[in-house]
């Protein structure tokens, strides 16, 4: 993992096309301003990480037919 | 062609049935085709089955169904990458997960599966600003039938 220090309103680039800046930094907590390609897709961690646990629980409890038959009913 | 899946057998299907995810998914960035199949007809559920791997397959619902008020938001960007002309080609599906042993059944609303039929491309979006859970109870057969 690379670390970096930053101050408020310094930037990091990443790449070619991403910037990420400091703009505000709180008691706790920092705001951070992105720059980045409309495909570029950004996410807090925890959000992201909770869609693809509850991906892959879905993924695996379709596998239970038994359970599938009581809700797709008769 | 001729697809495997641990479900359902083997199974013939249409070119024009697939449903392409360039993305894939998030935890399964590398399942870039799904076909929707209907389990049993009239039933809000379908599976959403991976082309890739047999074992792979997502039970899906139409979430208007359940949720007549649900709004989703689709991004300049999505639009875009799922190459939306009109609003009539976009369908959403939510992935539903069962509890233990069918005792539970939730339904993921803050990232739906939108796809454009007309273009046959899929994705699932995150909704960034959503009121929505990732586990919405729905009741089970044994209590009545799922609605809000």
Do not use: C, W
Request: charged letters at 30%; a negative charge.
């Amino acid at each position: 993992m690379l670390i970096l220090t930053r101050k408020l309103n310094e930037s990091i680039v990443i790449g070619d096309d991403i910037k990420i800046t400091v703009l505000e930094i709180g008691d706790g907590s920092v705001r951070i301003g992105f720059d980045a390609p409309r495909d570029v897709e950004i996410f807090r961690e925890e959000v992201y990480k909770e869609i693809r646990e509850e991906n892959k629980l879905a993924a695996e409890a379709s596998k239970d037919i038994e359970a599938l038959e009581k809700f797709f009913g008769k | 062609m001729l697809i495997k899946t641990t479900r359902f057998g083997e199974m013939e299907i249409e070119q024009s049935q697939i449903i392409n995810f360039p993305q894939g998914l998030p935890g399964f960035g590398d399942k870039k085709g799904f076909i929707p199949i209907e389990y049993k007809k009239g039933s809000p559920f379908k599976f959403l089955q991976s082309l890739e791997e047999p074992d792979l397959a997502f039970v899906i619902m139409d979430p208007f169904k359940i949720f007549n008020d649900y709004e989703l938001d689709i991004t300049e960007q999505d639009k875009e990458r799922l190459e939306i002309d009109k609003p009539e080609d976009v369908n959403v599906y939510v992935i539903a997960t069962i509890g233990q042993g069918g005792t539970s059944l939730t339904v993921n609303l803050q990232a739906p599966l939108v796809f454009n039929i007309a273009k046959s491309l899929g994705k699932q979006v995150i909704l960034h600003q959503s009121p929505y859970p990732t586990r919405y109870p729905l009741e089970t057969k044994a209590t009545g039938a799922g609605t809000k």
